[in-house]
């Protein structure tokens, strides 16, 4: 990474260079919007009282009726209303007053966030009243309606509501994730339309030949994680510990149990005006519960219907008000998941014989220079030449695991306490230690039999090579332990009605991997002539070959953060509001490597793997704007000056417009400019594939070198750092509609559009010499002798896509509720080029489907909840992008896999004395994978179910 003395300014002036060139004119426009107010705002509107008609039931149902008959959105947690009956509300009232009567006898308060949106809170906050957007009238009780420090979604830091907001935003409520019956956040995430799984073995494959690390990811858009900002109540979260090259700095989602969750706000679109770097995609915030109030306790088990894949869950959450006043919330969550290894599922095989595709299985035995079977071994032969016998073939597919084994153990803290009539401190704590284990499967020798080999008398012919599967040596095998805190504080009040924030938060990720049954380089090639292929026991030489290896990483982000809203002035019936704030990350990560991986001790590893301890400080200012220009236009305006340690600073705007000519109706577009300096995970290189001896072809550019022959030079060829890695780019663009006629049915339509440069991508220096002459390495007499692999700026990559989602409920006396909601994402276009391919090639369709549903339909009637979810996802080329289908499949009329639809159901019963049981059904028609596409093991890791059906059992109790 280069460093410049401008590396060390101070965050001063990254605050002077701001105010000077980039947010001017905002800044400008802003003042004269304050002082020409007194000239467009409207006159102070005095509430009239309203009609009710809202009959006795549960407390959720009757704020359902006063949200639909007043028309305006209440917001809150499910945990504040639950289990609490209502008495109703009848007659004329005023809208704060009704409110207030609904509220008064359940501890709760409402909170006014903008002119027709409310927040419910539990009244143990001690919220005082200030000054608020909506007029209070002067007989509504004190403890009506309250006016927050800050109330905040993930889609802006301006207090708005999903539905206020000029870009799509998604939320997932702490109900939806109870009925969903999936076990972990990345199972839950990895359903959602537009998000992209990264399963634990797509991960562990970065070492190649053995699993490196376990750990499980999910992306917007098929952009990777390094576009895809993760937040935790709003504060960004660490990578994982150990680095990963490929897919740059992933957060390992089992480290946060659901049950610890109030709610999931997935912002789609480009957010780096907002959040900076890494928010190129979208970005995902998790909030966890704060106002939770009385104690539960619960358990879950599950199990498939083969009898495996056993999952057990247990938690407590408590909440309580203090003696001084404040608030305390205590929680603890202990989880596992059994180990699914790959022979548990027969469709899980290299063999796509049954598909009339050729057995993709590994022939074992004598082979020609270019792989050509030739003659099997004498184990082989003894069955007959069976190809399902293990010294026939090898299906590495039947090895490898299919889910990991996973044990959590979490805790976490979150108190809140006021400290005047104006000023609150808060303290939140995660800690969630994490175990998880897969294998790889066994390693495949390529061998060559020299006449002094004791089974050269079984060779077919001189010199011959041959293909040998390493089972005494044993499977790969990882084991990753991890251990994750997520630490905030912060003071949060209100002056001059500015809303103030100033947080200091930490969060770390450590990691310890094992990795058991690799090679070491010396010994193997001490024992190498040793190995028999005649069937002799080869126990005692891959003995002495064998090793383990035990890297170990650190990544931890130290944030401190200060931000101020307040409300401008009133115009047209809304209010103008801004933002300003500042922040400061000190990143820190640490690399510690095996001694085999320090000396090249490794076989089939990296030659030379350096420890490290690397540093780097990041500030940046940012601002927001909420302008309404019209009683039906409102405008966002963003803008963010970042400034990464020995980079440039650049600026990151995002502007924003919803047209909304009826409360029912609206329209929105966001355009904004993302950017990405390197990440620490991106600097260094971590374990990688080996190191090799091999020649190219000599040119004058390569002059000169190690002569290999009259026009070769013999090189090392390896992985290497780049520290000339520059930005990424990315430009967004969304477009969208939104129509809620009525409190019961709402549906929105998104278009959005990405566009990302100077992409991170793999340049090879032994390929391609002229294009990377920066991976030519050279000695201190300028002789050429190795060439590498690293990342550069190299890609670029666009992805369009439509977005839709819809529900509906509809009421009945005596029937209960029925809800519809429904989730759509169709990827139209993504297309990748690079230096080295210059014409685009599209990958819609063949990794993940282009089209991707998840909906629900949804029965409450008295004590009974029942839920069936439907997911489906379309069909995808079974074929990697930008080649051909492969005349075998276009033979058998296999070139597209087919599409699927899983069905699940999930059945509760809140029964008396607080408590509730729940049964769920994942893939209730027990659907099996399917997939042509080569060496894939017959699915695709990023949508399909590999359970089969599954059945959980969960009891909660309240009190």
């Known amino acids: 990474m280069p460093i410049s003395p401008r590396g060390n300014r101070h965050v001063t002036t990254v605050v002077r260079e701001f105010l000077k060139y980039d947010l001017a004119r905002l800044f400008v426009l802003t003042c004269l919007a304050i002082i020409t107010q007194g000239a467009i705002a409207g006159p102070a509107r005095t509430p009239t009282p309203s009609r009710y008609e809202i009959g006795a039931g549960t407390l959720d149902d009757a704020l359902q009726a006063f949200a639909s008959q007043s028309n305006i959105q209440l917001l809150y947690s499910p945990m504040l209303v ?110 959602r339309p537009g998000l992209v799984s990264h399963h634990p073995m797509t991960v562990s494959s970065e070492g190649r030949y053995y699993p490196t690390v376990v750990a499980s990811g999910a992306s917007l858009y098929s952009l990777g994680p390094r576009a895809t900002l993760y937040l935790l109540n709003g504060k960004r979260i660490a990578s994982f510990g150990l680095a990963s090259s490929d ?36 970005t995902v915030n998790i909030i966890l519960k704060k106002d939770h109030e009385g104690g539960e306790v619960s358990s879950r088990f599950g199990m498939s219907q083969q009898g495996d894949a056993l999952s057990r869950q247990a938690s407590a959450v408590f909440g309580m008000q203090t003696r001084t006043g404040g608030h305390l919330l205590l929680a603890a969550d202990t989880s596992s998941q059994d180990e699914l290894g790959g022979n548990r599922r027969d469709w899980h095989t290299n063999d796509r014989s049954r598909f009339g595709l050729p057995d993709d299985r590994v022939f074992l035995g004598f082979v020609t220079p270019l792989g050509v079977p030739v003659r099997s071994f004498p184990q082989c032969q003894a069955t007959g030449e069976n190809p399902d016998s293990p010294y026939c073939r090898l299906d590495s597919a039947r090895y490898r695991t299919l889910q990991p084994e996973v044990r959590n153990k979490s805790l976490y803290v979150r108190w809140d306490q006021e400290l005047g009539s104006s000023l609150s401190l808060y303290f939140s704590g995660l800690r969630t230690r994490s175990e998880q284990a897969l294998q790889y499967s066994p390693l495949l020798g390529y061998l060559t039999l020299k006449p002094s080999h004791p089974d050269y008398a079984l060779a077919p012919t001189s010199n011959p090579d ?22 905030s504080i912060g003071l949060e009040g209100m002056a001059r009605r500015w809303n103030w924030n100033i947080a200091l938060s930490r969060s770390d990720s450590r990691v310890h991997s094992s990795i058991d049954n690799v090679l070491q380089r010396k010994k193997v090639n001490a024992n190498y002539e ?165 020649t190219m072809r000599a040119t004058s550019q390569l002059m000169p070198c190690i002569r290999a022959g009259t026009d070769r030079c013999r090189v090392e060829y390896g992985v290497g750092d780049n520290p000339h890695l520059r930005a990424e780019y990315s430009r967004s663009l969304t477009l969208g509609l939104a129509w809620a006629p009525t409190y019961a049915f709402s549906v929105s339509l998104d278009r959005y559009h990405v566009l990302r440069t100077d992409e991170f991508g793999i340049a090879d220096a032994l390929r391609y010499p002229s294009l990377f002459p920066e991976g030519l390495v050279r000695d201190a007499n300028g002789v050429l002798y190795r060439a590498n692999r690293f990342l550069a700026n190299i890609g670029k990559s666009e992805t369009r896509g439509w977005e839709l989602e819809s529900n509906y409920l509809l009421r009945r006396d005596g029937f209960g509720e029925l809800g519809f909601q429904l989730a759509a994402h169709y990827l139209s276009r993504y297309t990748t080029s690079s230096i080295i391919q210059p014409k685009a090639v599209e990958n819609a369709g063949h990794d993940t489907p282009k089209l991707t549903l998840l909906g629900d339909v949804q029965w409450r009637n008295g004590r009974w909840t029942t839920t069936l979810t439907v997911r489906h996802f379309g069909t995808s080329s079974a074929y990697p992008a930008g080649q051909a289908c492969p005349k075998e499949n276009r033979d058998a009329g296999k070139c597209s896999n087919p599409a699927a639809t899983l069905l699940g159901l999930n059945a509760r019963y809140a029964g008396p004395e607080n408590w509730s049981c729940t049964l769920g059904i994942n893939n209730l028609l027990d659907r099996r994978p399917v997939n042509y596409r080569f060496y894939t093991g017959g699915y695709n890791m990023a949508v399909d179910d590999v359970y089969g059906r599954y059945f959980t059992l969960a009891a909660t109790y309240r009190f």
Do not use: C
């Not at 390992?252 to 005006?273: W, Y």
């Open 82 to 191: 639950r289990g609490k009956h209502s008495d109703g509300l009848r007659g004329n009232h005023p809208l704060v007053a009704g409110l207030a009567q609904l509220l008064a006898e359940h501890n709760l308060t409402a909170v006014a966030v903008t002119a027709n949106t409310y927040l419910l809170r539990s009244t143990s906050k001690q919220v005082h009243v200030v000054d608020a957007p909506v007029k209070i009238p002067k007989e509504a009780p004190a403890t009506s309606v309250a006016e927050l420090a800050t109330v905040t979604v993930t889609g802006t830091r301006i207090p708005q509501t999903s539905m206020e907001l000029s870009v799509p935003m998604t939320v997932i409520t702490a109900d939806e994730i109870e009925r969903s019956g999936r076990q972990t956040l990345y199972e839950l995430l990895g359903d």
């Open 247 to 282: 897919l740059g700095g992933l957060i390992d989602l089992n480290s946060i149990p659901l049950s610890f969750i109030d709610r999931i706000e997935i912002l789609r679109g480009g957010a780096s005006a907002i959040y900076g770097a890494d928010a190129m995609a979208g």
């Open 466 to 487: 041959v293909y040998l599967a390493l089972y005494e040596l044993g499977v790969p095998r990882n084991r990753t332990t991890s251990t994750s805190n997520d630490l």
């Open 530 to 694: 040793n190995i028999r292929v005649d069937g002799t026991d080869n126990t005692d030489v891959m003995n002495a070959m064998r090793a383990s290896i035990r890297p170990a990483g650190q990544y931890s982000v130290d944030t401190l953060e200060a931000t101020s809203n307040r409300p401008l002035f009133d115009a047209f019936g809304a209010t103008a509001q801004i933002v300003v704030g500042m922040v400061h990350h000190i990143s820190h990560r640490r690399s510690i490597p095996d001694p085999l991986q320090l000396d090249g001790g490794l076989a089939l590893g990296t030659l030379e793997v350096e420890p490290y301890d690397l540093r780097v400080h990041d500030s940046a200012v940012f601002t927001e704007l909420n302008l309404p220009l019209h009683r039906t236009l409102q405008m966002d305006l963003a803008a963010r000056l970042d400034h990464h340690q020995g980079f440039r600073s650049n600026t990151s705007p995002r502007i924003g417009f919803k047209w909304a000519p009826s409360r029912s109706f609206l329209a929105r577009a966001s355009f904004g400019e993302g950017y990405r300096a390197p990440s620490l995970n991106d600097t260094r290189v971590p374990f990688d594939e080996g190191t090799d001896i091999t």
